[in-house]
């Protein structure tokens, strides 16, 4: 299996612009979760899906911020207008049985926002 | 508000030796913990975890310290080798080892020098 995917693994955008995020978890896993890593606050919940349905949005920021599951097998995470704040590491992560040792994380997108 | 706290951003051990790595947390509900590990451009992997009906998790050079009446949980490896090099997040959950939301402390920078 090639594990969780995630594109583009790298994204610099400027102010105001729209940045969308994409991830393609593992074959049959039915939970998915977005996470956003800062040094600050480390890695963060920011939603989870379980059957393609968004269970607990309450990690994500703001209205700015918005994620959707279409389908089993992709989820993508959009922020629009995007602000420097937002620069981060974003990790899709997918499980099954939503135990928390198989959660596996895909490599992450960097997130710069200037 | 910070539930689950690392206090020491980085950690330096020669190799062979003990590698202690620390976390606090505030909230009394949380009844399982998890210990991840984070290589550079790679996403976190489950290390060991422990629930709160212990004090101790062994894995092989992996072992988990629960304290519940300090609230803080270590991780000991030892020996300790410089393939450990990596950022180690503790996390902490609601709910035993069914699905809980789970709260990332900020990271340890673990550094092993042969």
């Known amino acids: 299996d090639a594990g969780v995917i995630q594109s583009p693994r790298h994204e610099v955008t400027e102010m105001g612009q729209e940045v969308t995020l994409r991830c393609k978890p593992i074959?049959?896993?039915?939970?998915l979760f977005w996470y956003r890593q800062t040094m600050m606050r480390g890695l963060e919940l920011l939603i989870y899906?379980?059957?393609?349905?968004?269970?607990?949005d309450s990690g994500m920021p703001e209205d700015r911020f918005s994620a959707k599951m279409p389908n089993a097998s992709f989820s993508t995470l959009k922020i629009q207008p995007s602000e420097p704040r937002d620069s981060a590491v974003y990790f899709c992560?997918?499980?099954?049985?939503?135990?928390?040792?198989?959660?596996?994380f895909g490599p992450g997108t960097r997130l710069l926002v200037l | 508000d910070q539930q689950v706290k690392q206090n020491s951003p980085s950690l330096s051990v020669q190799e062979g030796r003990i590698s202690i790595l620390n976390c606090d947390y505030t909230n009394s509900m949380f009844d399982y913990f998890l210990w991840y590990k984070k290589y550079p451009a790679e996403g976190p992997t489950f290390l060991i975890s422990i629930s709160s009906i212990k004090d101790k998790n062994e894995d092989g050079r992996f072992t988990v310290f629960l304290n519940k009446s300090a609230k803080h949980l270590s991780l000991h490896i030892v020996p300790s080798q410089p393939g450990d090099s990596a950022v180690y997040f503790c996390a902490a959950s609601v709910g035993g080892t069914s699905y809980g939301k789970l709260t990332f402390g900020q990271g340890t920078i673990l550094t092993v020098h042969p």
């Open positions: 074959s049959g896993h039915d939970y």
């Open positions: 899906f379980n059957n393609n349905v968004p269970i607990d």
């Open positions: 992560a997918s499980s099954t049985m939503g135990i928390q040792e198989t959660q596996y």
